[in-house]
C-alpha cells in the first residue's frame, strides 16, 4: 500500500518569524498519523523548521537545488548543502520554475540524478498548461514531461520518487481539476512508470495532485484511487487549513 503523502509548497512565502509561528500552531494541532507530511519552504526557513520538527514525523523540504555538487554558480544550492541541514525532499521541476526560470526537462533530469545520489527525496512536478490540455495535448505533453525527467535513473530509485501531477491551469487559480481529471492523469503517469520500468515499481510510486486543493476539496481527490496524495500551495501557509488537508 501507498502511503498518503500530503506536502505545502510555500513558494516565497513567510520569513523566519512566521515560519516559527507556522510550526507552534501546526505542532499543536498535529497528531501522527499514516500520513506523510512535509512542508517545501524557501532556503532560509529551512534550519528552523528542521528544529521546530525534530522529534516528529513531519519532513522538510527544500523547492530546488542545483544538479551540481560545487562550483561557481552564483546564487544556488547543493543537495549535499541541503543533506547537511536535515532537509529529506526537494520538490524538483516545478512550472514556476519551468516558467520563470528556464529549467528545462534536462535539468530536471539531472537535478533528480544529483538528489538521489544525496538521498534528498525527490517531488518530481509535471502538468500541461491551459492551451495544451484545450488542444488535447495533456497526456502528449505529461508523458514527454515523465519520461524525458526520468531518463537513465535507475529503477531502484524510482520506488523512492514521488511524482505531483500540477496541471498549470489550476495552480494559483482557485480552478482545481476535477477528482476524475486528476485521477485520470495520476493513473496514466503510473501506466508510463510501468512501461518505463515494471508494475511493481509503478504501484510504489507516491503521485501527488497539485492545483489549487484546500480544505473543501481534498477528500475528493483523496478518494480517488491514482491520487496518493497532494502538494499544496496557498493553502499550506495557514496551519489551521493545511491540518485540515492533512487530516483529510
Ligand atoms: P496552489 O495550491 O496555491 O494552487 O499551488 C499549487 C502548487 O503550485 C503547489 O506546488
Not at 97 to 109: G, K, W
Not at 147 to 162: F, G, M, N, Q
Not at 220 to 225: A, F, G, I, P, Q
Request: with cysteine; aromatic share 10%.
Amino acid at each position: 500500500m501507498r502511503k498518503p503523502f500530503i506536502a505545502g509548497n510555500w513558494k516565497m512565502f513567510k520569513n523566519i518569524k512566521e515560519a516559527k509561528e507556522f510550526s507552534e500552531k501546526f505542532l499543536k494541532l498535529y497528531v501522527p498519523s499514516d500520513v506523510q507530511v512535509a512542508i517545501c519552504a524557501p532556503y532560509t526557513q529551512l534550519s528552523t523548521l528542521v528544529e521546530s520538527f525534530k522529534g516528529t514525523a513531519i519532513k522538510v523540504g527544500a523547492q530546488n537545488m542545483h544538479y551540481e555538487e560545487s562550483g561557481a554558480f552564483t546564487g544556488e544550492i547543493s543537495a549535499n548543502m541541503l543533506k547537511e541541514i536535515g532537509v529529506d525532499y526537494c520538490i524538483i521541476g516545478h512550472s514556476e520554475r519551468r516558467q520563470y526560470f528556464a529549467e528545462t526537462d534536462e535539468t530536471v533530469n539531472k537535478k533528480l540524478k544529483k538528489a538521489f545520489e544525496y538521498n534528498i527525496l525527490p517531488i518530481l512536478c509535471v502538468g500541461e498548461k491551459l492551451e495544451e490540455r484545450d488542444a488535447g495535448k495533456e497526456f502528449d505533453v505529461v508523458k514527454a514531461q515523465v519520461i524525458k525527467a526520468l531518463d537513465r535513473i535507475p529503477e531502484a530509485s524510482i520506488e523512492k520518487l514521488t511524482i505531483a501531477y500540477e496541471p498549470v491551469w489550476a495552480i494559483g487559480t482557485g480552478r482545481n481539476a476535477t477528482p476524475e481529471q486528476a485521477n485520470e492523469m495520476c493513473g496514466f503517469i503510473r501506466s508510463v512508470i510501468a512501461e518505463l520500468y515494471s508494475q511493481e515499481t509503478a504501484d510504489k510510486v507516491i503521485i501527488q495532485y497539485g492545483g489549487s486543493v484546500k480544505p473543501s476539496n481534498i477528500t475528493e481527490l483523496m478518494n480517488m484511487y491514482e491520487i496518493d496524495g497532494a502538494l499544496v500551495g496557498g493553502a499550506s501557509l495557514n496551519p489551521t487549513d493545511f491540518i485540515e488537508i492533512v487530516n483529510f
